[in-house]
């Protein structure tokens, strides 16, 4: 059976981002006084979130480099995927904080941008993450289609 590359994408953004963002609030985010279903809600809240904003990374990219770049992990094409990734880190963290959606714990490594902390942490998982789902989707993706013949 033949799966198209957007099921292998969202596959692989979503085992990340979930090992991500589970490992990450541990330790950087200020959530042990939640109660346990917000927590809960708010933890899936943010790993959906995730896989919509690596599908809209990548479609971007796509955009602006063949996916042919994608499909033979040429250089160009992931090098695009990680700079728009980048960009949109610092924009979506620091709205999010603008909006006071989480706190950082004490342990968060923070940048400054515009007069708000954007943590380390979050930055580091939108840029490299998307870029690292589309990667795995394509070889997970080669794998099987090798095996099924």
């Known amino acids: 059976m033949k799966q198209n590359i957007e099921f292998h994408v969202v596959f692989w953004a979503f ?19 939640w109660p ?15 896989i919509l904003i690596v599908l ?3 479609k971007i990219a796509a955009v602006f ?12 094409g992931y090098a695009i995927l990680i700079s728009i990734s980048f960009v ?3 924009f979506l963290e620091w709205l999010a904080r603008a909006m006071n959606l989480w706190q950082y714990s004490s342990y ?10 954007v943590g380390f ?3 580091l998982q939108i840029t490299f993450l998307p ?4 990667y795995l989707a394509r070889k997970s993706k080669l794998l099987l289609n090798r095996n099924t013949k």
């Open 121 to 123: 942490s979050p930055v």
């Open 88 to 90: 949109a880190s610092i």
């Open 108 to 117: 968060m490594p923070v940048i400054e941008i515009l007069n708000h902390h």
């Open 56 to 58: 809209v990374l990548w």
């Open 36 to 50: 346990f279903w917000e927590a809960t809600l708010w933890m899936w809240a943010a790993i959906f979130g995730d």
């Open 65 to 76: 480099v063949s996916t042919i770049h994608f499909q033979t992990t040429r250089f160009k």
């Open 131 to 134: 870029a690292l789902s589309v």
């Open 15 to 33: 085992v990340l981002h979930t090992l991500w963002e589970f490992i990450q609030c541990l330790f950087l985010y200020s959530m042990w006084d």
